[in-house]
T-cell receptor
Framework: GENVEQHPSTLSVQEGDSAVIKCTYS??????FPWYKQELGKRPQLIID?????GEKKDQRIAVTLNKTAKHFSLHITETQPEDSAVYFC???????????FGTGTRLQVTL | GAVVSQHPSWVICKSGTSVKIECRSL??????MFWYRQFPKQSLMLMAT?????????EQGVEKDKFLINHASLTLSTLTVTSAHPEDSSFYIC?????????????FGQGTRLTVV
C-alpha cells in the first residue's frame, strides 16, 4: 500500500519568514496530493491540493510543488503569520478505493 | 464546499459499553465513506472504508468485530465501537468524497472525541 513520509515533524519560523514542508510517497499510481491544516480538536481543513498532471499550484501565500519522478511534493507558505500556527498534514490518494494516506504531520509554530 | 456532519462531537462511556458514531453527507451522495482514528499528537490512520450496501473494507490490524461499520444509505455511515475499553479512547473522524474518482476533494466530519472510563 501507499506510504507517505513527512518532514520536518516540527518547524518554528519567525513571522514573515517562509515555511517549507516536504513529503514523499511510495505508490507511483497516486494521483492526488492534498495538504491539510488541523487545529487542536478540529477536523482537517484542506488548504491546497495538486493533481498528478500539474507540477505546481499557488493560492496567495500558499504553494505546492509536485515532482512525480522523485515522488515528492512540498508545501510552501510565504509571509507566515501567527494564525498559520497549526499542524499540517500531507496526503496521497490512489486507486479505485480512493482512500487517503496521511503523512505524520508537521507542527508549525510562527513566532512574533 | 460539500458538508459532512458527524455526531456526536464528543462522548464519554463506561468500559464495556458500545458507542455509535454517525457520519452524514448533507448535500451529496457518498457511495464510499472513510473512518479514521487519530491519537493525540499523531496522524490520521485509516481504519476502514465504508461501502454503501456492502461490507466495509478494514485496514490491516483493525478488528472488524470491534469496530462495526454500517453504510445503509448513500448519505449515512455509522461506526459502532463495541465493548469499548480505555485504549479505544481517541478522536474518530469520518470522510467522504463527492464522486468516485481518487483525485476529488475529501470532506471531513467534525470528529468525535471518545473517552472510555
Amino acid at each position: 500500500g501507499e506510504n507517505v513520509e513527512q518532514h520536518p515533524s516540527t518547524l518554528s519560523v519567525q513571522e514573515g519568514d517562509s515555511a517549507v514542508i516536504k513529503c514523499t510517497y511510495s505508490d507511483s499510481a497516486s494521483n492526488y496530493f492534498p495538504w491539510y491544516k488541523q487545529e487542536l480538536g478540529k477536523r482537517p481543513q484542506l488548504i491546497i491540493d495538486i493533481r498528478s498532471n500539474v507540477g505546481e499550484k499557488k493560492d496567495q501565500r500558499i504553494a505546492v510543488t509536485l515532482n512525480k519522478t522523485a515522488k515528492h511534493f512540498s508545501l510552501h507558505i510565504t509571509e507566515t503569520q501567527p494564525e498559520d500556527s497549526a499542524v499540517y498534514f500531507c496526503a496521497a490518494s490512489t486507486g479505485t478505493a480512493s482512500k487517503l494516506t496521511f503523512g505524520t504531520g508537521t507542527r508549525l509554530q510562527v513566532t512574533l | 464546499g460539500a458538508v459532512v456532519s458527524q455526531h456526536p462531537s464528543w462522548v464519554i462511556c463506561k468500559s464495556g459499553t458500545s458507542v455509535k458514531i454517525e457520519c452524514r453527507s448533507l448535500d451529496f451522495q457518498a457511495t464510499t465513506m472513510f473512518w479514521y482514528r487519530q491519537f493525540p499528537k499523531q496522524s490520521l490512520m485509516l481504519m476502514a472504508t465504508s461501502n454503501e450496501g456492502s461490507k466495509a473494507t478494514y485496514e490491516q490490524g483493525v478488528e472488524k468485530d470491534k469496530f462495526l461499520i454500517n453504510h445503509a444509505s448513500l448519505t449515512l455511515s455509522t461506526l459502532t465501537v463495541t465493548s469499548a475499553h480505555p485504549e479505544d479512547s481517541s478522536f474518530y473522524i469520518c470522510s467522504a468524497r463527492r464522486g468516485v474518482s481518487s483525485d476529488t476533494e475529501a470532506f471531513f466530519g467534525q470528529g468525535t472525541r471518545l473517552t472510555v472510563v
